[in-house]
């Protein structure tokens, strides 16, 4: 499944709710099924420091496809950040640089990527993707 | 004689529903339910009487002060120069001892400098506390690695109060000066100000107070106090961002160097050297913020006609019943519970991030603020990533904080599922 294809997967499951409540709580449900960051990861070089909400972010390079771990201490960030990661999981580190993440304003979740937010998942994409172009660097 | 007196305090009593109606931004809609204003605490909002002042500003008296011959430009000037003597006058200050600055921010950014530069050398030690606001830390620990000075930190109780006899034992001969906050942004302790202050006066040590959290609070008379400095923002007060004041006693500024250069703050300039005006001149450098200096006089006015008495009276409502209501939370655990306290109520509940019941309460319409507030040493004494702060202000009513306790019941249900 491409980028675009597992976006839209999500896209889709959220036309069903039509009030904020259970949007959240599918929201909180899917950061439960974050691939969970190793403990031994959970380190100061793993933290992406939000304000507010802190996360923790690791990938690892296989058959030229990034897989990410993670985890958060905030319930809602963790769900945001285990979209991020179903979305983008799995693929060349080209293809997540180039990603676009229309989902997350497509979903109406955009206000959680205001800077004012701090939740720290602006800061994660950003880490993301640099992590993919030092992937796709060392892979040359 | 009884009945008269009835009588009269009936028409006294706080009025909110009218007051709320000279509040327009109160009567929008939050992800389609009714604003609830909870962050008070980090800026108030504006009356029409405020809203209307800015906008007669620009239409009929616009131009820059202090310069310009013409008829604007005098009109500008005398409008600038009455907000500074209603102001002073609000504060019972002279003056010549009130300083225009862009906020609380650089009021003591403004002290820290030009006092710094004047009174603290190497060695000497500064007093803050260790609930201060990172605006109240920052300026500090900037001066005393410029100065090789030591910050010294009073501790808090578990109760978010002050350590008064740790404060007495470290007044000491090196100490310069003391920079404690009026009132917490995080705690909302009210603190001890006027002990503080006459146990460092008999060190004849000076003594800021950051009146943030204060000012909409409460009247502050700052000869009563006998405080040296003193500063708070505008809107805070219900007036413009962008605009506070400094008070300072005037033996202390006519010993400080400016702090900015340029503009009005000079008397003359030589390509050799300059000379500078007195105070408050000297330290307001560039053309300064004309409409948010005047407009804030008209806040100040504002809140004097409604009365610090009655604010007091229906804040202090607020917050008792608040308190009351929150207590009847399983799990519940506040942050700051001084016997004196501002109205204002941090808490945490048990297994639950502050940030995930900010997001709840936000998607119910109600705006409070999450995290650490600007204050992350508190955080880290207390162990806790942050807390949500519910701050109230006299516009906010008993039904707005029922709507509160069940939205966060919802929260707190949707969270724990």
């Known amino acids: ?140 | 004689m009884d009945t008269t007196l009835k009588t009269k305090a009936s028409h006294t009593e706080f009025d909110v529903e009218s007051i709320r109606r000279e509040f327009p931004i109160l009567s929008v809609k939050v992800h389609g339910r009714p604003l609830i204003y909870f962050d008070n605490a980090a800026s108030s909002q504006k009356p029409l009487a405020v809203i209307k002042a800015i906008s007669t500003y620009y239409e009929t008296v616009n131009s820059n002060v202090h310069r310009g011959v013409h008829h604007l430009s005098s009109l500008a000037t005398d409008q600038f120069e009455a907000a500074r003597k209603t102001i002073a006058t609000h504060l019972n200050a002279n003056v010549d001892e009130v300083i225009y600055t862009r906020g609380t921010t650089e009021a003591i950014n403004l002290v820290a400098f030009s006092y710094g530069e004047a009174f603290v050398k190497e060695g000497d030690e500064i007093i803050i506390s260790q609930m201060e606001h990172h605006s109240n830390i920052v300026p500090w620990q900037l001066l005393c690695e410029r100065k090789k000075a030591v910050l010294k930190y009073i501790s808090i109780t578990e109760s978010g109060e002050l350590n008064m006899d740790e404060y007495k034992k470290l007044l000491s001969v090196k100490t310069k000066l003391v920079a404690v906050n009026h009132v917490s942004n995080s705690l909302g302790t009210i603190n001890p100000v006027e002990e503080i202050i006459s146990l460092a006066h008999a060190k004849n040590i000076p003594v800021l107070l950051d009146g943030a959290q204060a000012m909409p609070h409460m009247k502050v008379d700052v000869k009563e106090l006998d405080v040296d400095f003193y500063c708070f923002s505008g809107h805070k007060v219900y007036g413009p961002t962008g605009i506070g004041i400094l008070y300072g006693k005037e033996k202390w500024l006519k010993q400080m160097p400016p702090y900015q250069g340029g503009g009005e703050m000079i008397k003359e300039v030589h390509l050799d050297k300059s000379t500078y005006q007195e105070p408050p001149l000297r330290f307001e450098a560039g053309t300064p913020n004309i409409e948010g200096s005047i407009v804030l006089a008209t806040a100040i006015d504002y809140m004097n006609k409604l009365g610090f008495d009655a604010i007091a009276k229906q804040e202090n409502k607020l917050l008792a019943y608040a308190t009351e209501k929150l207590s009847a939370i399983p799990g519940i655990k506040f942050v700051g519970q001084a016997k004196h306290k501002s109205a204002i109520v941090a808490f945490n509940i048990d297994g639950l991030h502050p940030y995930d019941i900010g997001v709840m309460l936000d998607q119910q319409g109600i705006a409070v603020r999450t995290g650490h507030h600007c204050t992350q040493p508190i955080m880290d004494l207390y162990c806790i990533p942050g807390t949500v702060r519910a701050s109230f202000s006299f516009y906010n009513t008993i039904e707005e904080i029922d709507v509160f306790i069940t939205a966060l019941k919802k929260a707190i249900e949707i969270l724990k599922k």
């Open chain 1, 1 to 140: 499944m491409s980028i675009e294809e597992a976006e839209k997967g999500l896209i889709e499951d959220f036309e069903v709710f039509d009030d904020w409540m259970g949007k959240y709580e599918y929201i909180i449900d899917l950061g439960k099924d974050v691939p969970m960051i190793d403990e031994k990861y959970k380190d100061e070089n793993h933290t992406i420091k939000g304000c507010q909400s802190k996360v923790w972010l690791h990938s690892e390079m296989k058959d030229g496809r990034i897989y990410f771990t993670a985890d958060s201490d905030a319930m809602i960030t963790k769900g945001l950040v285990a979209m991020v990661i179903s979305v983008l999981s799995g693929h060349t580190p080209e293809e997540i640089m180039q990603s676009k993440l229309e989902f997350i304003d497509k979903i109406g979740l955009q206000e959680h990527l205001s800077p004012t937010r701090a939740n720290g998942l602006l800061a994660m994409i950003k880490q993301i993707k640099l992590d993919a172009t030092a992937h796709a660097l060392a892979k040359k």
